[in-house]
């Protein structure tokens, strides 16, 4: 299985400022995911980030809103823009394992935007 | 599109069998996932059917029917620990991109 971080766990911003969470994990992953889940409610992907190619965002999500990048086969960010109080969520990252048929996810970025 | 409904809430007690339920409509959609989330905590993976009919791995039992878009994952011998939210995902594999369902909550009481 990955072991995967993020950073940083947390953060309160105001609103209007960016945020950019990286996410690392310990092996090489050709596709990696990002998730935004509200307290209480599902996971909504956000974005897929190939490594070497443009993420590709789900419906409702831009990258304006939601840049990503995806330097090399074991890092990658999103930044949040702009942020509105809307935008307070936890944001996570997943990688595939095709061995597995899984995705193993990271412990998540709690963000409080006022 | 695709779109998986679970029941949100879900309580038992120690010891006991529960399943959790979850139908589909998808397009595209080839297995069903199960993850495990505590409160505060991050997605665990549990199953993934890939094909139709039952997985077991240890307490926790998965089952598919593709042709009843209906699939569900069953608790055995429930433990305090198993307190947590389920959701069922799915997708044309178990790592590429996953729809979640709204999962469901379990309470397991004394």
């Known amino acids: 299985s990955a072991v995967i971080s993020q950073k940083p766990s947390r953060d309160i911003c105001q609103r209007g400022t960016s945020l950019t969470i990286q996410c690392q994990v310990d092996?090489?992953?050709?596709?990696m995911f990002w998730y935004r889940q509200q307290p209480g409610q599902s996971l909504t992907l956000i974005a897929t980030?190939?490594?070497?190619?443009?993420?590709?965002?789900e419906s409702g999500f831009v990258i304006d809103k939601f840049p990503i990048s995806r330097p090399n086969l074991t890092f990658s960010t999103l930044t949040v823009s702009n942020m509105s109080p809307e935008d307070s969520s936890i944001y996570l990252c997943?990688?595939?394992?095709?061995?597995?048929?899984?995705?193993?996810f990271g412990p998540g970025t709690r963000l409080l935007v006022l | 599109g695709q779109s998986l409904e679970q029941p949100s809430e879900v309580t038992a007690v120690e010891g006991a069998i529960v399943q959790i339920n979850c139908t589909y409509q998808?397009?595209?959609?080839?297995?069903l996932s199960w993850y495990q989330q505590h409160d505060g905590g991050a997605p665990t993976f549990l199953s993934y059917?890939?094909?139709?009919g039952l997985e077991e791995t240890g307490r926790f039992s998965s089952f598919l029917s593709r042709s009843d878009s209906y699939g569900y994952l069953l608790l055995q011998e429930l433990q305090m620990k198993d307190s947590a939210s389920y959701f069922c995902?799915?997708?044309?594999?178990?790592?590429?991109?996953?729809?979640f369902g709204k999962g469901t909550m379990l309470l397991v009481s004394p």
């Open positions: 998808t397009s595209g959609f080839y297995g």
């Open positions: 997943s990688v595939e394992d095709r061995s597995e048929e899984t995705q193993y």
């Open positions: 059917n890939a094909l139709d």
């Open positions: 980030a190939n490594q070497g190619s443009e993420a590709t965002y």
């Open positions: 995902a799915g997708g044309a594999s178990g790592y590429s991109t996953l729809t």
């Open positions: 092996s090489q992953v050709t596709m």
